[in-house]
């Protein structure tokens, strides 16, 4: 007793109980921070009816049998969440631990404590008792100290601390005092917004805009009300959002699901038209090869018989001469020397190059014409998967915001007409009247004075240009998709003049052009051009960039395939892909 004489000490079924208390809050609190495993990845709630799949994944039971009536048709059942598939439909039971566990969180949010509560200060000693410290009622803000019932009874009874200043228990008591003057500090500062002793006042505050911390609550008193009522209107609002966002992921994974069971279904299907295809193919190659062997049977079946049948005539004649009857040698000579009929197997042309190689070539041309086509198409959907987004970015507004989305383009030399020059790294382009001798190419554009892009466009991206031209020579900034016509002089084949392309002509005036049809625009012209895509979004816009953004035109649409930057040169104009500033 005499070493620990003034330490803080407890019983030990205190300290017990207190210890108790900690863990069963470390407790809850980790059920709280891990409460987001023990929801229903498709209704993103508390999960009800816990059932889990083969997978491992677990489900609301109503929930997981909602997704899979669904795909009863195909009787291929997936995961909605790693969407592995199944077959046959599994049979599913409730997992009762995860049930327990899920109920005992829905007690422990229930139980958890308001949120005055959570802010609410702990236990404040007194600073007045030497030995077991009790629990402090009040805090005296002229004694700077915290007391119990015990030690607050001469602030309530003596005449000279009854005047002092008595608030609700603290720890927070040296906040409220002076650093500099060891003052109480009772007056506000609006100059500097800082509480501070009437000390303060006189020296370093001297001549500020101060008022009494009580006269300034009253003021910011009547201001609560407003607050309340926006910080309330902004917890609807983020209510509202959160909602929102809830439904779209609903509606995503919802989504997600029919258009993967949509797509198996689809591939099953190819699948099993190819499997026909080549079922019939099969058959078709075995009935020729049984009819061509059936007539070659006959004819060897034929042509055995007519050997047999000479044979036994010539074995007939070398026995002849032998015979002694001159009546039986004529008669012989005669029917012996007369052959058969024509011999017919001797105008039969036998193929000695038999060989199904031209099948085999026609379905290896298939082959290599479905790989193209498929390869084609199927480039046409990751822009559209892309394009489905829960949450949408802002839309840029300054220059700084759409340089965040800037893409370095450089031009296609295979796509380059022959009398466009290509330079600064084929990020330049202008008209010259000599041939430049480029290769022939499939992509190359035979007639008009146009290029493409090596580089495809998606998603959100941006890019600048400058260009120079003489009046009255024209010039377009164009986006494209890559199938453009590009062989013939049709007009067809320009940007602007089909629907594969949309084009805006910057001289000699402005004009939007797509699909031949012409867009006048009466905003002023720039040298500079911004080109900003939204593909997902289905927006092309065009802005003048100055000092200021421009904004010159904007397309909606749908894309369906990458995009790529074009440009179409007149005789005297040249045009670059600017670097970003």
Known sequence: ????????????????????????????????????????????????????????????????????????????????????????????????????????????KIQAPSPAHCYAEPDVECDFCTEKKHKAVKSCLMCVASLCETHLKPHLEIPALIKHKLVKATTKLQEKICSLHDKLMEIYCRTDQLFVCFLCTMEEHKGHDTVAAGAERKEKQSQLKDVQRESQQRIQEKEMKLQEVKEAVKALKSSAQTA???????????????????????????????????????????????????????????????????????????????????????????????????????????KKRLEEFCKEEFSKIPPLAAGVQVILPPEPTTREDFLQYFINLTLDPNTAHQQ??????????????????????????????????????????????????????????????????KKGSGIECGFGYNDQSWSLRCSPSLSLFHNNIETEISAPSSSRIGVYVDHGAGTLSFYGVSNTMTLLHTVHTTFTQPLYAGFWVGSEASVKLCDPE
């Open 1 to 108: 007793m005499d070493e620990h004489k003034g330490h803080n000490t407890v019983e030990a079924g205190e300290e017990r109980k207190e210890k108790q208390s900690k863990c069963r809050k470390m407790a809850e609190a980790s059920i709280s921070v891990d409460q987001d495993r023990f929801m229903c990845p498709v209704c993103l709630d508390l999960l009800k009816d816990p059932v889990a799949v083969p997978c491992g994944h677990s489900f609301c039971k109503v929930c997981i049998n909602g997704c899979w009536d669904q795909e009863d048709q195909t009787r291929i059942y997936s995961c909605p969440q790693c969407r592995e598939t199944f077959t046959p439909r599994p049979v599913i039971r409730r997992n009762n631990m995860l049930a327990e566990v899920v109920e005992k969180l829905k007690k422990t």
């Open 260 to 366: 993967v069971r949509d797509s198996e279904r689809i591939f099953t299907d190819l699948i099993r038209s190819f499997e026909k295809k080549r079922s019939e193919l099969t058959e078709l190659i075995r009935a020729q090869e049984k009819a061509e062997l059936s007539r070659a049977e006959e004819l060897l079946e034929k042509l055995e018989q007519e050997i047999s049948d000479l044979k036994r005539r010539h074995t007939e004649l070398e026995q002849l001469p032998h015979t002694d009857d001159h009546i039986h040698f004529l008669q012989s000579f005669q029917s012996l020397c007369v052959f058969p009929g024509p011999e017919n197997s001797q105008r039969i042309w036998v193929n000695q190059h038999l060989s199904f190689d031209r099948v085999k070539k026609s379905l290896s041309d298939l």
């Open 420 to 485: 466009l020059v290509l330079s600064e790294k084929n990020k330049a382009v202008k008209n010259s009247e000599k041939i430049q001798g480029y290769p022939d190419h499939p992509e190359r554009f035979d007639c008009w004075r146009q290029v493409l892009s090596k580089e495809s466009v998606s998603g959100r991206c941006y890019w600048e240009v400058e260009w120079i031209s003489d009046e009255g020579c024209f010039l377009f900034i164009s986006v494209s998709y890559k199938r453009i016509s």
